[in-house]
């Protein structure tokens, strides 16, 4: 594994995606991101800024009333980490495990990506 892999895994977009799996209890794929709107994509502009690339929605906060939005790349990485964790815990297991189950078993193994 090269250094910037390595750093990316640990400090990068794909070591905060292990963290927001855990926080959030959930693995991604490609179905759990919905493209904003234009209507949605002009408010993003009016209260943010132009984004650079596109941008998706992975859910609703509703402490605080806000889609939650994500760019390309922390899709990427959200899709990134949630293959590398069903791929290393479900090698493990011998049954089919719910994504609560991955997620518990990947941060007991790996607790530094996932804290």
Same mark, same amino acid.
Request: charged share 25%; aromatic share 12%; no cysteine.
């Given at each position: 594994?090269?250094?910037?892999?390595? +750093?990316?895994?640990?400090?990068?977009?794909?070591?905060?995606?292990?963290?927001?799996?855990? @926080?959030?209890?959930?693995?991604?794929?490609? #179905?759990?991101?919905?493209?904003?709107?234009?209507?949605?994509?002009?408010?993003? /502009?009016?209260?943010?800024?132009?984004? !650079?690339?596109?941008?998706?929605? &992975?859910?609703?906060?509703?402490?605080?009333?806000?889609?939650? &939005?994500?760019? #390309?790349?922390? !899709?990427?990485? $959200?899709? @990134?980490?949630?293959?590398?964790?069903?791929?290393?815990?479900?090698?493990?297991?011998? @049954?089919? +495990? /719910?994504?609560?189950?991955?997620?518990? !078993?990947?941060?007991?193994?790996?607790?530094? $990506? /996932? !804290?």
């Amino acid at each position: 594994m090269d250094d910037f892999t390595f +750093l990316n895994l640990i400090l990068g977009p794909l070591g905060e995606s292990f963290k927001i799996i855990k @926080q959030r209890g959930k693995l991604y794929s490609e #179905e759990d991101f919905v493209e904003l709107t234009e209507t949605q994509y002009a408010l993003y /502009t009016a209260k943010v800024g132009k984004s !650079k690339s596109a941008l998706y929605s &992975i859910g609703y906060d509703a402490e605080s009333n806000l889609l939650e &939005i994500v760019d #390309e790349l922390e !899709k990427y990485s $959200l899709m @990134q980490a949630s293959t590398f964790m069903r791929n290393s815990v479900g090698e493990i297991s011998e @049954q089919p +495990l /719910t994504d609560a189950e991955i997620i518990e !078993k990947f941060a007991s193994v790996f607790p530094f $990506l /996932t !804290k």
